[in-house]
């Protein structure tokens, strides 16, 4: 049983962090690792070769290896964040970045808020990232495939999280933690929301009991369902950055899995709630992108090999929520109508400007959603 790694290191080879891993086949394969949070950083790579007892085979064979730079805007803007629990009062957490990098000296004067075109001046505040400490809030909900299959990946994803959670204390990011489970066989795989969606800050608590609760015994899963389920059921700090973390092996399209929610749903939910996806894949399979790359390039995330440790997340989170401004207003509407507000907003500086557009409804009814077990005594 035969398999390569691409590895990379920012500390000059103290340690690796496997960015792609290949299977034996008698196939070509094309392997592409994003490099985007590695900006501004000497790199190495290598290539590691890897195999045991059971199998003899050629070995890996590598070629036509090449380093692509995309271009990208000069100024740009994204909305990371935006939380009406304290309407009229609405705060938005707002990453700004430019051809350098990001862009942390800015103010009210650089910054316009419309709320369906009503430009919103009631105790209109920005905080750039500089002040507090650069400290922001981040809310990670890890997203954790149950199914038969993670057997044999499950001792090294918890010791990646352990280590991930323990890293998480030593950063500047105000954090709280969730788990939603999926592909179990309790709930015939449907995702289980532990805690009733309370986060947690205590460590020791999360690792020692909460992570501790997953049992990989399933096979019926749907990680669709998990983002949604997470999305609606966690209850989410104000002003919090949302972030969640997949950990599977598998593809929707497995094994005929059938989910309740579409590609497409999810991916409004992500962006209605603008919330960032991290994935952490079989990213081997020919469907991880269209299943789950896709949602975390549309969230601003990014996804790694199911092997990988938490460093590019891990540094990835604490840019995004140490270099984002928070932005928060009283409404000019302060009615609880129950209509949908579009907010738009506008960013200006050194004569060009970038936009990030985001919705919420103040005083929504709330939604009631049936469980499994419900419709089953309903259908009966």
């Known amino acids: ?224 369902d998990a983002i949604i389920e997470s999305l609606n059921q966690f209850s989410f700090r104000a002003g919090a950055t949302k972030i969640l973390i997949l950990i599977t092996d598998e593809t929707i399209n497995d094994d005929g899995i059938t989910s309740i929610y579409t590609h497409s749903d999810a991916e409004s939910a992500l962006l209605n709630n603008t919330a960032t996806l991290f994935g952490l894949l079989d990213i081997d399979s020919s469907h991880c992108y269209d299943d789950y790359g896709s949602l975390c390039d549309a969230s601003n995330g990014s996804y790694y090999d199911i092997y990988s440790d938490f460093v590019p997340i891990l540094d990835q989170i604490s840019e995004i929520v140490s270099d984002t401004y928070t932005i928060s207003y009283y409404s000019s509407n302060p009615a609880v109508d129950e209509v949908e507000r579009l907010v738009l907003g506008e960013v200006t500086t050194d004569g060009l400007t970038a936009y990030f557009e985001g919705s919420y409804t103040p005083g929504a009814s709330p939604v009631i959603e049936r469980t499994v077990e419900t419709i089953e005594l309903h259908n009966r």
Do not use: K
């Open 1 to 224: 049983y035969d398999f390569g790694e691409l590895q990379i290191s920012n500390d000059n080879g103290a340690n690796w962090t496997t960015l792609s891993r290949s299977h034996g086949s008698s196939d070509w394969r094309f392997i592409e690792a994003g490099l985007t949070h590695f900006a501004e950083q000497s790199i190495l790579l290598r290539f590691q070769f890897i195999s045991d007892e059971s199998d003899s085979f050629d070995g890996w064979h590598i070629d036509d290896i090449s380093i692509i730079m995309e271009s990208r805007d000069d100024l740009s803007a994204t909305l990371l964040n935006l939380s009406s629990v304290n309407f009229p009062n609405i705060y938005m957490a707002v990453g700004v970045s430019g051809s350098g990098g990001s862009i942390g000296n800015l103010d009210e004067t650089n910054f316009t808020v419309f709320e369906n075109d009503v430009n919103q001046t009631g105790s209109f505040t920005v905080i750039p990232p500089a002040q507090g400490g650069g400290i922001r809030l981040a809310d990670i909900v890890f997203l954790m495939d149950n199914s038969g299959s993670m057997d044999g990946e499950q001792d090294e994803v918890e010791n990646n999280v352990v280590n991930f959670v323990t890293s998480l204390e030593e950063s500047d990011v105000d954090f709280a933690l969730g788990l939603c489970r999926f592909g179990q066989e309790l709930n015939d795989g449907y995702p289980i929301v532990e805690d009733n969606g309370i986060l947690t800050r205590d460590i020791d608590y999360f690792t020692n009991n909460v992570w501790q609760r997953n049992v990989i015994d399933g096979g019926n899963e749907s990680g669709w």
